[in-house]
Every structure is written in structure tokens, then in C-alpha cells.
């Protein structure tokens, strides 16, 4: 799997483009603004976008969701249908962090765990990792060893918990029993910050000790 960061908007997040080296088609993992700005990098990569991604509902990571699906004319995929009430509070997240108005956001699919996302000749396993958010998943490419992870794991940090229906315990437990399973080697792009492994994570993340 091929990949581009693309930070975007003031929270800096990690908007992912991904595509597959032999086909050129694409995804477009949490576009959380600055619409122009990814369709400037996606023209530059010469890859066809074929669908939107998203790990959670909020705002920072879908705000120009809606946006790029109609210029590409593809369908929204995810999160876990646990997020519908994110998605369906983005005017009020719009106001409450100072954001131009989002209108709601219902996903043309929504995901479950063990679901797999094809793009391209690339499979993507579709773990569910709440605590961050209740619908919070993950997308994992074995055959890559790269784990596009949101707001679960940062470098040195966990995902913030103090947001409705947030649990710190549920969310140390999803990074303990389903991505380190995954194996040391793994590299990890989290939605902010820095990517990791976590294997480096497992040793040195404070949170995890």
C-alpha cells in the first residue's frame, strides 16, 4: 500500500491518502477539511479515488467528507454505526469548535468488525476500537504491515476519552487485545502527530505500561 499524510485544518490531523501501487485506485482516510488541499495532492499522485473512509465521526476527521464524495462522485465508507449520533451532531461540533457549518453525515456503508475494504488489490481489515469514540474502527493491511489507527494510538499517547459515551478502559483494552496482537513490526498512521510502530508503543507509550 502506497500512502500520503495530509495534515489539514488548525488540529493539524492526519488525513490519509492511500491507494494501490498497481491499479492507482485510491481512498481518501478522514478528510477532516481543507477539501482543496487533498484534491490538489490526489491530482498530483495521478490516482482515482474510489471511496471515502472514515475511522470516527468527528469533526476534525470528516468535515470535508461530504464535500470530496460528490466531487468524486464515490460513496462514504464507515465508521461503526455507533458514531451515527457524531455524525448527525456535526452543525453542533461545527459551532462548538469554531469550524464553517457541516451539515450532518449519514456513511453510504456503515462498517463492523471483520469487514474487509478492498482498494484496489489492497485488503483492508476493519477493526472495531472503541473508547475514543463508540464507533471508533481502525483499517489494518497485513500484507503491508501498516495500520491506519485515527485517534485510538498516537506516539507516545492514547486517544483523548473525555468525550460523550468515551471510555479510557475500553479504549486501553481495544489497543492491548487487538492492535498489538498485530505485531511489533506494525507501523501505525495515527490521525494526529507522528506515525509509530507498535512495537515501540508496547515498550515506550506511557499509557500502556
Given amino acids: 500500500m502506497n500512502y500520503q499524510t495530509i495534515?489539514?485544518?488548525a488540529f493539524s490531523q492526519n488525513c490519509s491518502l492511500i491507494w494501490c501501487p498497481v491499479t492507482l485506485q485510491a481512498a481518501i482516510v478522514d478528510p477532516g477539511g481543507d477539501a482543496e488541499k487533498i484534491k490538489a495532492q490526489t491530482t498530483a499522485k495521478g490516482v482515482t479515488v474510489t471511496q471515502i473512509l472514515l475511522t470516527h465521526g468527528h469533526l476534525d476527521h470528516v468535515g470535508a467528507a461530504a464535500e470530496l464524495a460528490a466531487f468524486y462522485a464515490v460513496p462514504v465508507v464507515g465508521p461503526h454505526k455507533a458514531d451515527?449520533?457524531?455524525l448527525e451532531g456535526l452543525p453542533m461540533q461545527s459551532?462548538?469548535?469554531?469550524?464553517?457549518?457541516?451539515?450532518?453525515?449519514?456513511?453510504?456503508?456503515w462498517l463492523e468488525e471483520g469487514e474487509v475494504v478492498h482498494v484496489g488489490d489492497i485488503s483492508l481489515e476493519v477493526l472495531l476500537c472503541p473508547g475514543h469514540t463508540p464507533g471508533h474502527i481502525v483499517f489494518f493491511d497485513r500484507a503491508s504491515r501498516l495500520l491506519i489507527s485515527g485517534d485510538v494510538i498516537f506516539s507516545g499517547g492514547v486517544g483523548r476519552t473525555d468525550f460523550p459515551q468515551g471510555s479510557h478502559s475500553d479504549l486501553i483494552a481495544a489497543i492491548k487485545n487487538k492492535l498489538l496482537p498485530l505485531g511489533d513490526d506494525v507501523t501505525f498512521l495515527p490521525g494526529h502527530g507522528p506515525s509509530s510502530t507498535l512495537g515501540?508503543?508496547?515498550?515506550?507509550?506511557?499509557?500502556?505500561?
Avoid: H, K, Y
Fill in 84 to 86: 451515527a449520533f457524531w
Fill in 7 to 9: 495534515p489539514v485544518t
Fill in 200 to 209: 515501540r508503543e508496547r515498550i515506550s507509550n506511557p499509557f500502556l505500561q
Fill in 95 to 109: 459551532q462548538m469548535f469554531g469550524f464553517p457549518e457541516c451539515a450532518p453525515l449519514t456513511p453510504d456503508r
